[in-house]
């Protein structure tokens, strides 16, 4: 409960506090491309439940590509994208699933229907916890991308490497 109630609160003040970078943010994202600035999906929380995860968006609208694995220099990644992604203030939206209750500040990062449904024996453990903006997966694949481009087959590396380890 009090994890809680410090999540609540610090994704409150966050939200307050960085409301002038969050408009900056969002006028850039206009300025730089056509569409939406917020970018939603489905993601697997606490108990298995599906959530929407909201990110400032990152890539181009009605890009013709099914690849989910995203490596350093895709060409999808628009140019504030590069620059949010590098410092991870893409994110920042995520404070609003934090206060939602549905995210906490640190846990494990929340995947997508699909690869939560893969998880088997002791790793559905992980289910019984609130995603988090931030965790242990995130710091030590803070440069995913870059791993990732460096991989003849991204999607496989992802799927049966770095998964499994997060």
Not at 44 to 67: A, E, P, Y
Not at 77 to 103: A, S
Request: net charge positive; proline share 5%; no cysteine.
């Amino acid at each position: 409960m009090i994890k809680r109630i410090f999540d609540l609160s610090a994704s409150l003040v966050g939200l307050i506090l960085l409301s002038l970078v969050l408009v900056l943010i969002v006028i850039l994202i206009k300025l730089g491309s056509k569409g939406p600035v917020l970018f939603s999906q489905k993601r697997v929380g606490k108990d298995g439940k599906v959530f929407i995860l909201v990110k400032f968006r990152t890539m181009m609208v009605n890009q013709n590509s099914n690849n989910t694995a995203t490596v350093k220099g895709d060409e999808r990644i628009t140019k504030i994208g590069v620059f949010l992604r590098r410092y991870k203030l893409d994110e920042l939206p995520e404070l609003w699933n934090v206060l939602k209750g549905e995210m906490s500040l640190v846990g494990p990062r929340p995947d997508v229907p699909g690869y939560a449904d893969n998880l088997k024996g002791e790793d559905r453990k992980i289910l019984k916890l609130r995603p988090g903006i931030t965790g242990t997966a995130s710091l030590k694949y803070a440069n995913e991308e870059v791993m990732l481009s460096e991989q003849d087959d991204p999607q496989k590396y992802n799927d049966e490497v770095i998964f499994p380890d997060k």
